[in-house]
Nanobody, 116 residues
Framework: QVQLVESGGGLVQAGGSLRLSCAAS????????MGWYRQAPGKQRELVATIRTRAGNTNYADSVKGRFTISRDNAKNTVDLQMNSLKPEDTAVYYC?????????WGQGTQVTVSS
């Protein structure tokens, strides 16, 4: 059973930084890609960033380009999201996602709150 465990959320002031980490229960190479999504109250879940596990290609939502960086550590089986210059509109529950050959997997989510 695949498990994704997020950590690193919290409360930060606008302009600050946070680093989220997602630990997979097995090798991240068993997935085609991994990424981070977020869901704010009353809104749909949206893509934040993804990374191809083998090639390392990355993709970002326009709203976070230049501020967020996704990275992977193959040895630790983790995918991190470095978030800089945070804005109040970044406030949401952030979910780790892993794309398998037949299905997607999700973590339990971690809350990020940015105060103005």
């Amino acid at each position: 059973q695949v498990q994704l465990v997020e950590s690193g959320g919290g409360l930060v002031q606008a302009g600050g930084s946070l680093r989220l980490s997602c630990a997979a229960s097995g090798s991240i190479f068993s997935f085609n890609a991994m990424g981070w999504y977020r869901q704010a109250p009353g809104k749909q879940r949206e893509l934040v960033a993804t990374i191809r596990t083998r090639a390392g290609n990355t993709n970002y939502a326009d709203s976070v380009k230049g501020r967020f960086t996704i990275s992977r550590d193959n040895a630790k089986n983790t995918v991190d999201l470095q978030m800089n210059s945070l804005k109040p509109e970044d406030t949401a529950v952030y979910y780790c996602n892993a794309q398998g050959n037949w299905r997607n997997y999700w973590g339990q989510g971690t809350q990020v709150t940015v105060s103005s």
